[in-house]
DNA sequence: AAATACTACAACCGCAAGCGG
DNA sequence: GCCGCTTGCGGTTGTAGTATT
């Protein structure tokens, strides 16, 4: 996985804070054409005054396609309240459930948000109101702390042109300590139609058509075309066998 | 209108792991 | 096995925009 180790040992004065639009437009053009390889040689390649590292996030983060702009559903905050109890601060392992979300935003959005949200319920927890007004909190006027074991009818469902957009999926069903994270998402989400990453995903060769979720779709019998026009457990996608499972088992809040 | 405080998010930093020479 | 390098991850900081005083 490794690339040759650069002999760059220049004292190259990096460029550090924020990226300018002329920047974004040398990397991701480089990237979408070249593609990245070794970040290490992205900068010098796309005529950057960047380190690798700085690149490489900037792509990830804001430039790939694929990525999910503007607030975080009511669904999405609820996979992270689920996840982060299950997983803890594995902000990358929890953006493997949420198609178009990094880790980073997660991250942010976890401190910013969501963790004064679980303060919140926390609080109220441990100091009950007694008076009924308090249980409007889970009539959807407020929406602190998501009741994440009210309903799995509720949870989300995850486009699968945008999960293969991500180009370094690779979800660690394998290991079992993310076995329950797979099987309480794999009762609540399912695969359908995206017109709009089609193309996009039409446009990826090579390493995406080899995903191991593509490969469980053909080896299933479901065609490419399939993947697009029908519904699918996430089950069908990754031949996942999660057996008897309830997502309410692993809520912790 | 200006100053200050707060919030959201982008980016950086340091560390650990993996890999090739 | 060691060293140097790259990559990925999580914690932290910096910055711009917005709200409040």
Same mark, same amino acid.
């Given at each position: 996985?490794?690339?040759?180790?650069?002999?760059?040992?220049?004292?190259?004065?990096?460029?550090?804070?924020?990226?300018? =639009?002329?920047?974004?437009?040398?990397?991701?053009?480089?990237?979408?054409?070249?593609?990245?390889?070794?970040?290490?040689?992205? =900068?010098?390649?796309?005529?950057?005054?960047?380190?690798?590292?700085? *690149?490489?996030?900037?792509?990830?983060?804001?430039?790939? =396609? &694929?990525?999910?702009?503007?607030?975080?559903?009511?669904?999405?905050?609820?996979?992270?309240?689920?996840?982060?109890?299950?997983?803890?601060?594995?902000?990358?392992?929890?953006?493997?459930?949420? %198609?178009?979300?990094?880790?980073?935003?997660?991250?942010?959005?976890?401190?910013? +948000?969501?963790?004064?949200?679980?303060?919140?319920?926390?609080?109220?927890?441990? +100091?009950?109101?007694?008076?009924?007004?308090?249980?409007?909190?889970?009539?959807?006027?407020?929406?602190?702390?998501?009741?994440?074991?009210?309903?799995?009818?509720?949870? =989300?469902?995850?486009?699968?042109?945008?999960?293969?957009?991500?180009?370094?999926?690779?979800?660690?069903?394998?290991?079992?300590?993310?076995? %329950?994270?797979?099987?309480?998402?794999?009762?609540?989400?399912?695969?359908?139609?995206?017109?709009?990453?089609?193309?996009?995903?039409?446009?990826?060769?090579?390493?995406?058509?080899?995903?191991?979720?593509?490969?469980? *779709?053909?080896?299933?019998?479901?065609?490419?075309?399939?993947?697009? +026009?029908?519904?699918?457990?996430?089950?069908?996608?990754? &031949?996942?066998? +999660? &057996?008897?499972?309830?997502?309410?088992?692993?809520?912790?809040?």
């Amino acid at each position: 996985m490794r690339c040759k180790p650069s002999n760059n040992k220049l004292m190259v004065k990096y460029k550090k804070g924020l990226w300018s =639009p002329d920047e974004d437009q040398k990397l991701t053009s480089y990237v979408m054409n070249y593609g990245h390889g070794c970040w290490s040689s992205v =900068p010098i390649n796309a005529g950057l005054q960047r380190n690798g590292k700085s *690149c490489r996030l900037r792509w990830i983060n804001y430039l790939r =396609p &694929g990525l999910k702009r503007g607030a975080f559903s009511y669904d999405e905050e609820e996979i992270i309240f689920t996840l982060h109890g299950l997983l803890g601060n594995k902000w990358s392992q929890i953006s493997q459930y949420l %198609p178009g979300r990094t880790d980073n935003e997660i991250k942010n959005h976890w401190h910013s +948000h969501l963790k004064k949200r679980l303060a919140k319920s926390e609080h109220l927890q441990d +100091h009950p109101k007694v008076d009924n007004t308090s249980s409007n909190l889970s009539s959807g006027m407020d929406h602190s702390v998501p009741p994440v074991s009210q309903t799995n009818s509720n949870l =989300p469902k995850i486009l699968f042109a945008d999960w293969i957009s991500l180009d370094e999926f690779q979800p660690d069903f394998g290991k079992s300590s993310d076995e %329950p994270a797979a099987a309480a998402l794999s009762h609540t989400c399912t695969a359908y139609q995206s017109n709009t990453n089609e193309h996009e995903w039409q446009r990826n060769e090579g390493s995406t058509i080899e995903s191991i979720e593509t490969r469980n *779709c053909l080896e299933n019998g479901i065609s490419i075309e399939d993947m697009f +026009h029908t519904q699918m457990t996430i089950d069908q996608i990754f &031949g996942f066998d +999660h &057996g008897d499972f309830r997502i309410d088992d692993f809520m912790y809040i």
